[in-house]
């Protein structure tokens, strides 16, 4: 009785019926989500702001990236990451790549989205500032690209710029709802975004959520967590 009060009361508040795999998400991670929803609060209205100037969906951006500020809730006391920095400044991606700031970006990510920018004409339109480094210097260039990942407000310019290229990318494939495109969208900002379609599509399905592809505690698949946000956000004052 009091598990079913439980889910009649989260029907009523999020304006949509959550499967098995939602409900238990909520159950397992509903502090995390609590922190998760109050740290996109405070960002909210950047988002919003930089998918206005860039001509993207803030409501998506904000469904791919909040599976990642649960992730941060969870591990935050984790993330010391200066012995990585030394290294990636010294010697580059190969030496270290790793995750960073609230949304979890890696070098590597960053590196990739500068290289298409440089490629796409129409990216570069756009996202120039992305190129722009005051150094010349290609370790003093590292340090700098750490300190803009460290940095909210750029971690959410990636994100648009993300958005973006995959608009460009996969501009081919037609999806039938705004879901099957937010699982694939999130599956690449996950897994990669220089990924054949149909690697991207085999992710969408993988358990790799929150812990790590093969992991015996990942349960989730990152998709899916993604919808559940974009279910969340589209029905609540979030």
């Known amino acids: 009785m009091k598990h079913s009060k439980i889910i009649l009361l989260f029907i ?51 469904a791919i ?31 270290a790549d790793f995750s960073i700031g609230i949304f979890q970006m890696k070098p590597s990510f ?19 500032s992305l190129l722009q480094y005051e150094p010349e210097e290609i370790q003093a260039i590292r340090q700098e690209r750490l300190n803009r990942l460290k940095n909210k407000t750029w971690q959410i310019r990636y994100a648009n710029c993300f958005f973006s290229l995959m608009e460009i990318k996969f501009k081919k494939i037609v ?21 054949s379609e149909k690697e991207i599509r085999k992710w969408i399905t993988i358990k790799s959520y929150p812990n790590g592809y093969g ?6 698949c990152y998709a899916d967590v993604a919808v559940y946000f974009y279910r969340n956000f589209k029905n609540t004052k979030l």
């Open 175 to 195: 999806f039938k709802t705004n879901e099957d495109k937010l699982k694939f969208y999130a599956s690449a900002y996950n897994h990669g975004f220089n990924c």
């Open 65 to 95: 990236l909040s599976p990642e500020l649960v992730r941060y809730s969870i591990y935050r006391d984790f993330f010391e990451t200066k012995v990585l920095e030394f290294y990636y400044v010294r010697d580059g991606v190969q030496a």
């Open 110 to 128: 960053v590196e990739q989205l500068e290289a298409e920018v440089v490629k796409q004409k129409e990216l570069k339109n756009k996202y120039d």
């Open 215 to 220: 992991n015996e505690k990942s349960h989730y």
């Open 12 to 62: 009523f508040l999020t304006g949509f019926t959550p499967t098995k795999l939602h409900y238990d998400f909520e159950s397992e991670y509903r502090f995390e989500i609590i922190n998760a929803e109050e740290h996109y609060r405070s960002i909210r209205s950047d988002i919003n702001r930089q998918s206005l100037a860039y001509n993207t969906d803030s409501l998506m951006i904000s």
